[in-house]
């Protein structure tokens, strides 16, 4: 069969979306990539730099280069992991920016930093069975203006939890850790919300929000975790929640009651999955075991 490049572009929707993703048949090799040649195909007619990552053998869930655009890459291999971590972004995060980072900053880029937890990973259990996923499911807001309100985030959640539930539904048995930077720590508190049993662990990483006060309203069992540098900017940020404007408490707030997550470490915003940091160790230990390695318990 010849796809036409629409037709490619829609089915990568689709297959990110998790809206094809079924389960496979007795026999056959189960997962998603089903995937991978279906968003090569559309990475390579869409031409650089998309069409660069398609040669170098990168994997994409899902790949759409229209508006702001989407992706989800992989790291790792997701048909046999046991232990999977969705990494969302938050403000200004758009296609373009995918891999160079917001200003040309690379700590700033999704898929580096999805890179970096996946080695941290590894570099703490080489053995692990573990995926990465950098997901840019949704359109995150272009600046604080539109951040303001839940709307996006709300958008953003449906993507989100549909791709948790395609996780949930092909690996019952894997545990999933979601882990959602600045306002994109919103749209997984969002998404959470009557996600799969296999959802045991949110990490929040200078979160705005989670659409709840208090961590127990994100699910009962399930741990949730927060870190925020000492000089972080989303400290400013006032914890009012009105009908389509402000977030709530922010998850490292004493009150939320998440589990810290070390960060004396960490400068500004943008730098809890920089190399090197104990934030980013910690963030590995809790997708390894579901226990930070460092302090723990309510986050301040």
């Given at each position: 069969?010849?796809?036409?490049?629409?037709?490619?572009?829609?089915?990568?929707?689709?297959?990110?979306?998790?809206?094809l993703?079924?389960?496979?048949e007795?026999?056959?090799?189960?997962?998603?990539?089903?995937a991978?040649?279906?968003?090569?195909a559309?990475?390579?007619?869409?031409?650089?730099?998309?069409?660069?990552w398609?040669?170098?053998?990168?994997?994409?869930?899902?790949?759409?280069?229209?508006?702001?655009?989407?992706?989800?890459e992989?790291?790792?291999?997701?048909?046999?992991?046991?232990?999977?971590?969705?990494?969302?972004?938050?403000?200004g995060t758009?296609?373009?920016?995918?891999?160079?980072?917001?200003?040309?900053?690379?700590?700033?880029?999704?898929?580096?930093?999805?890179?970096?937890l996946?080695?941290?990973?590894?570099a703490a259990?080489?053995?692990?069975?573990?995926?990465?996923?950098?997901?840019?499911g949704?359109?995150?807001?272009?600046?604080?203006?539109?951040?303001?309100?839940?709307?996006?985030?709300h958008?953003?959640?449906?993507?989100?939890?549909?791709?948790?539930?395609?996780?949930?539904?092909?690996?019952?048995?894997?545990t999933?850790?979601?882990?959602?930077?600045?306002?994109?720590?919103?749209?997984?508190?969002?998404?959470?919300?009557?996600?799969?049993?296999?959802?045991?662990?949110?990490?929040t990483?200078?979160?705005?929000?989670?659409?709840?006060?208090?961590?127990?309203g994100?699910?009962?069992?399930?741990?949730?975790?927060?870190?925020?540098?000492?000089?972080?900017?989303?400290?400013?940020?006032p914890?009012?929640?009105?009908?389509?404007?402000?977030?709530?408490?922010?998850?490292?707030?004493?009150d939320?009651?998440?589990?810290?997550?070390?960060?004396?470490?960490?400068?500004?915003?943008?730098?809890?999955?920089?190399?090197?940091?104990?934030?980013?160790?910690?963030?590995?230990?809790?997708?390894?075991t579901?226990?930070?390695?460092?302090?723990?318990?309510?986050?301040?």
């Amino acid at each position: 069969m010849r796809w036409t490049d629409p037709t490619r572009a829609a089915l990568a929707v689709l297959l990110g979306a998790g809206l094809l993703v079924g389960r496979p048949e007795p026999g056959t090799a189960a997962g998603f990539v089903e995937a991978y040649p279906v968003t090569a195909a559309a990475m390579r007619a869409a031409g650089p730099p998309y069409a660069d990552w398609a040669a170098q053998g990168r994997r994409f869930l899902l790949f759409d280069p229209r508006g702001d655009g989407r992706a989800v890459e992989v790291l790792g291999d997701l048909d046999t992991a046991d232990r999977i971590a969705v990494l969302v972004p938050g403000v200004g995060t758009t296609l373009p920016d995918f891999d160079r980072g917001l200003g040309g900053i690379a700590r700033r880029a999704l898929a580096g930093q999805a890179r970096a937890l996946h080695e941290a990973v590894r570099a703490a259990d080489p053995g692990a069975r573990v995926a990465v996923l950098a997901w840019l499911g949704y359109d995150a807001p272009d600046g604080v203006l539109a951040a303001a309100g839940p709307a996006p985030a709300h958008r953003g959640a449906a993507a989100l939890r549909a791709t948790l539930r395609g996780l949930a539904a092909q690996h019952p048995s894997a545990t999933v850790t979601v882990v959602g930077h600045s306002y994109g720590a919103l749209v997984a508190g969002l998404a959470v919300d009557h996600a799969p049993a296999q959802v045991t662990d949110v990490v929040t990483l200078g979160g705005v929000g989670t659409g709840v006060d208090r961590a127990a309203g994100l699910g009962p069992g399930r741990r949730i975790w927060a870190a925020e540098a000492p000089d972080d900017w989303i400290r400013r940020v006032p914890p009012v929640r009105l009908p389509g404007l402000g977030h709530g408490r922010r998850p490292a707030d004493p009150d939320f009651g998440a589990r810290a997550l070390p960060a004396a470490d960490v400068h500004g915003h943008d730098g809890y999955l920089v190399p090197g940091t104990s934030t980013l160790a910690a963030v590995a230990a809790v997708v390894l075991t579901g226990a930070a390695a460092g302090p723990t318990g309510v986050a301040r």
